[in-house]
């Protein structure tokens, strides 16, 4: 049933694509393509905005009802809960260093310069 409504999801995109793509904009004639003539009489006397606009409204509504029947039944699909189980272990970062009551938490004087060549001033 579920890979029906896939396939049947599947075919009502490309319709939906398709007779969208075959409407006509507002101010283009689309019969001129075809070798003139106004876009009316492409589609017969009355025009395609009833046709194809009652098979857009059609085509609509079945996708939205699959794609709802498609989000509501994939939920529960799948074994596990979690994608993280039976993952490695998580790291946990170390805590600061203990220090003896009474010392300063960080060195009181700055470190020395090291030994060598001291760089030129204002450089």
């Known amino acids: 049933m579920y890979t029906l409504i896939v396939v049947l999801h599947v075919i009502v995109s490309i319709a939906l694509i398709l007779v969208i793509l075959l409407q006509t904009g507002k101010g283009s004639d689309i019969g001129a393509v075809f070798g003139g003539g106004s876009s009316q009489t492409l589609f017969g006397a009355t025009g395609p905005t009833s046709f194809l606009s009652k ?4 085509a609509a509504v079945v996708f939205m009802l699959t794609s709802l029947f498609l989000a509501y ?6 074994t596990s809960g979690s994608i993280m189980k039976g993952g490695a272990p998580v790291q946990t970062m170390p805590g600061p260093l203990k220090t003896p009551a009474g010392a300063p938490a960080f060195p009181v004087s700055p470190p020395a310069p090291p030994a060598g060549n001291p760089a030129p001033p204002g450089k």
């Open 55 to 58: 098979l857009t409204a059609g």
């Open 73 to 78: 039944f994939s939920g529960g699909r799948g």
